[in-house]
């Protein structure tokens, strides 16, 4: 049965990435991408364990600012983690879009940081957002962004 109690959302308040180096993760979204560093933090004990369910683990962590959107940066410590990240195409992955000017020139940027682009560029074809390059860059953690570059930024350059 479904409950038929109002319920609103007020607004998005972040993105999270779990990384495994918070240091090299901070220098990806600062000196890369030109985030700002909001602030930096640890956690851990019964609080961490009861939100996140990473019972027995600390946390280093980061906040940064880019295009107004707050990006969490996790460096979990003191858990078995997989070898192996998640691909983007698994249930349950997730992944971050930006808009972008020059979609050419981040993804040659972003390559020193070891972000790999899943392929090359493609123009969406139909709809709303026809023309609007996208492609998917995936991080040395498996995180996942995509970049697009819509029609009208590529013909004003």
Not at 40 to 58: D, I
Not at 120 to 127: K, N, V, W
């Amino acid at each position: 049965m479904t409950d038929k109690a109002n319920i609103h959302v007020q607004r998005a308040d972040h993105v999270g990435f779990a990384v495994a180096s918070l240091d090299e993760a901070v220098r990806f979204w600062v000196e890369g991408l030109g985030a700002r560093l909001v602030r930096t933090g640890e956690m851990g004990g019964a609080f961490l364990g009861q939100v996140t369910g990473a019972h027995g683990a600390q946390v280093r962590m980061a906040i940064v600012s880019l295009a107004d959107q707050t990006i969490e940066l996790l460096e979990y410590r003191g858990l078995d983690r997989p070898s192996v990240p998640g691909k983007p195409f698994d249930p349950g992955f997730a992944h971050l879009a930006l808009v972008v000017d020059d979609i050419a020139a981040v993804l040659a940027r972003i390559d020193s940081y070891g972000w790999r682009a899943q392929g090359t560029p493609q123009p969406i074809r139909s709809g709303a957002r026809a023309g609007t390059q996208v492609i998917y860059a995936l991080g040395p953690d498996g995180a996942t962004i995509e970049f697009m570059q819509p029609p009208s930024i590529a013909q004003d350059r």
